[in-house]
């Protein structure tokens, strides 16, 4: 997909005033807030420690990104042993060309996909529609966008940013049916219509919520069913999956299981999670004669080891998203790649390059709502921090931030010189004071007009700090 | 990177592991110390996370069955096999469901017909509306089913037909998923999980329209739970 994220502020400023945008993001934020704390609340009550067990997740992660390669090869045995083919790519073109590749060798002209965000990463849809292979969101959410031919806008809720209305309109002019006006009406239709691609597809295409090293399985969490169905109708499953995935074995995927859909929808459960290990055998009945797995780089590795290793813990559950003030006012799609949020602000940068995505390093208010709220405890405050301090140092900074750097170094030359610094403060203080007009806020900033945009700047009283000490010191001798 | 070429897919997997070993540690050493924690880690007993619950059957079919039901399943009890097919005729002429379907294989000896239910067994299809399938263990953590897919349990039952419903005996309940994967090492073919093991919590849903709960988004509409309490 291609990388918007320069576009960064632009996007974001058009969206801060979209008022059906923020209607909506504020009914998802209260159901997935509300539903986190009322899940989390829940489970501490029935005896379980939800923050032991963040530790705990974390642990789990932790242990694996220090032993990668170990964990990768041992999931590769385990997988081929029964009967898995495992293929390695190390960016999105080599991804779409293998699953190109894939579709060729079983003649295939219909691939059905599960939600999968690496997929997004690699524009994969496009690639096969290149060689004449349909392929086909069975998500209903990625359904919908990919009808309206746009991006994710969350990574759970990739249609967030769209009403029934606009659903409507675009279920009618797609499947050529009355129009519908009732959510559930509309969700039968989009299940029927879903429905004949799921029986006559040749190709199931998934992401994986979690590879198991110890059974060589990949694990899927969806509450539709449709991950269960485009591994099972399918002659032929590719899942393509991060290298950062692999957990060691099936008791910490049941750990693991405890904080994702809690985190993610506040649900105890998700509806289905489905673990894949292998092919159908002879005497099965249903299921897919082939299975790929496609462990993919695209920026991880480069990760590993160094000071942002811990966001290879992510486990893509979108609860930093949702309560984070800044992607609920201006909604996924201004960060302008496939990640929103600060888990998105932090891998934009990281997977395409800082120069990329500038603007999303400050696109945060280091409030730590994310932190606190990460099932594996990610520092993306502080991973944050670092990508601005890398901006710093590498130069890589936006205009803003050179005006910043050369204000404070005008700022560090005024304060090694205590007249110098005494003089300026009172012409500022005094300046200041006439242009709030006897009020005690100031509107415009004619200096900088657009830090004054949507807030304003308090007006001092007239007088420096140090006039004032100057003051009662004199008048307590 | 090709799959058809052995020399290209070689290559793009040994630079990933290589650029991770010279992160990680490339000498053999340190590969033999990362070997070593990985495989004392695949054989560490984890503690566990759950909460503190109940593992005597009264406890967990409680704890199973208000589970199942918050994710919107609907459950009945009875109190042995004998009583099962009934037990579903009823259900289904309630509901106005009709009385054929598809059957998991490894339970098409019951007496079906004789409730007057028309069940064949086999996988389902497209156009199936009533599925009846066993269960290999019952998570009362979450009022979680777990099947696993054998020719005698084939992934579709559940999955296809408009109606689920899932006969689940009390010797199968078990308190946690960890305990659950512990009985399969015990008793699934070769102590290894089989083609696809599925945790199932209630129907199928979506919220992806406003965030306006669906039941039935592509599997079932509704699932029904037998529990036996004497099998």
Known sequence: MEVRSIEFKQRASERAIDGSLQGKLKTAKGLFVGGRARAVARFDAEGGDFEALRDVGRGIRDEVLDNLDVWLETFERNATARGATV??????????????????????????????MLSEEAGLNEALEAVGVASIETDLGEYIIQLAKEPPSH???PAIHKNKEEVADLFEQHHHKPRKTEIAEMTREAREVLRSHFVSADMGITGGNFLVAETGSVALVTNEGNGRMVTTMPKVHVAVVGVEKVIPTLNDLAALLRLLPRSATGQTISNYVSLLTGVKSEADRDGAEHLYYILVDNGRVGLVGSEFQEMLRCIRCGACMNHCPVYQTIGGHAYGWVYPGPMGSVLTPLYTGLDKAPDLP?????????????????????LLRKLREKQVQTGVGTAT?????????????????????????????RYLKWLAGGKDRIQVLTMVPEWTKGRDFPAPEGKTFRELYAQRAARRR | MSLTDPTARAAARDSILSRLRDTLGADSAAVARRREAVDARLGKVVAPTAPPLADDTAGMLARFRSEAEQMASTVVEVDGWGEVPAAVAAYLAEKGLGTRGVIAPELA??????????????????ADLLGITGCFCAIAETGTLMLLSAPGSPATVSLLPETHVALVPASRLVPTMEAAFARMGEQAPGGQPPRAVNFISGPSRTGDIEQTLVLGAHGPYRVHLVLIRGA
């Not at chain 1, 400050?362 to 502080?382: D, F, W």
């Not at chain 1, 304060?415 to 003089?423: D, E, G, Q, S």
């Not at chain 2, 000896?109 to 497209?126: M, Q, Y």
């Open chain 1, 87 to 116: 293929l390695w790519a190390r960016d999105g073109a080599e991804i779409s060309r293998l699953v190109v590749e894939i579709a060729q060798r079983h003649g295939v002209k219909k691939a059905i996909k599960s939600k999968s």
């Open chain 1, 155 to 157: 990574i759970i809720a």
């Open chain 1, 362 to 382: 400050h696109a945060a208010t280091l409030c730590n709502q994310c932190g606190v709220v990460c099932p594996v405890k990610i520092p993306l405050p502080e």
């Open chain 1, 401 to 429: 931030a050179k005006a910043e750097r050369r204000a404070l170094k005008l700022w560090g030359f005024a304060a090694r010189n205590p007249r110098l610094y005494a003089f300026g403060a009172r012409i500022a203080t």
């Open chain 2, 109 to 126: 000896a019951l007496p079906w017909s004789t409730a007057g239910l028309a069940v064949e067994p086999r996988e389902a299809r497209d």
